[in-house]
């Protein structure tokens, strides 16, 4: 098993930068293949990043690719999703997972962070 712990996230007008962490407080991180979702209000929870257990393989929803960076330091069990250039439609509450694939489908994390909320003003 692993515990997720999330930090970061908060207000930002468009066009600004923040950095999401997950931490795992328990497990082995570097057993796990990790992502990011997020879930804006009255939509369901969507992908947006996955990365392999070495870091050397990232995905990314094409709503996001060329602004976020995903990128993870398994000496210090953290994953860190890098968001620049925001937009209002990236305002979600965010949540990290760890599971046994870098897929889009939420059914194969197994173990999810607290979430946390980004807002992105206009």
């Known amino acids: 098993q692993v515990q997720l712990v999330q930090s970061g996230g908060g207000l930002v007008q468009a066009g600004g930068s923040l950095r999401l962490s997950c931490a795992a407080a328990?497990?082995?991180?570097?057993?796990?293949?990790m992502a990011w979702f997020r879930q804006a209000p009255g939509k369901e929870r969507a992908f947006v990043a996955s990365?392999?257990?070495?870091?050397?393989?990232?995905y990314y929803a094409d709503s996001v690719k060329g602004r976020f960076t995903l990128f993870r330091d398994n000496s210090k069990n953290t994953m860190y999703l890098q968001m620049n250039s925001l937009k209002p439609e990236d305002t979600a509450v965010y949540y990290c997972?760890?599971?046994?694939?870098?897929?889009?489908?939420?059914?194969?994390?197994?173990?999810w962070g607290q979430g946390t909320q980004v807002t992105v003003s206009s």
């Open positions: 997972a760890a599971g046994r694939s870098t897929t889009v489908d939420a059914s194969w994390y197994d173990y």
């Open positions: 328990e497990g082995t991180f570097s057993d796990y293949r």
């Open positions: 990365i392999s257990r070495s870091g050397l393989t990232t």
